[in-house]
């Protein structure tokens, strides 16, 4: 595995872990509340940036020679 897939994985991680603090504190909150505006920005920023790596990633693989491993698609993710 590649050392930059290694940093990817990791961050991954670390948004999963964020996530799962951050909807805990946004369940507790009003939707009228700055902090809670706050708290979705943050996690789409998150997503959004994580989502981009993700899709760069893919792209520098598809477009390498063939390793012969199988492709699969996350299909029916939300």
């Known amino acids: ?30 939707p009228d509340d700055e902090a809670y505006a706050a708290g979705l920005l943050q996690l789409g920023e998150a997503f959004q940036h994580l989502g981009s790596e993700l899709a760069e990633r893919a792209t520098d693989l598809t477009s390498m020679p063939s390793t012969g491993h199988a492709s699969s698609t996350a299909g029916g993710w939300a």
């Open 1 to 30: 595995m590649h050392e930059r897939d290694r940093e990817l994985l990791a961050r991954i991680a670390a948004v999963n872990r964020a996530c799962g603090e951050i909807t805990i504190r946004l369940l507790s909150m009003h």
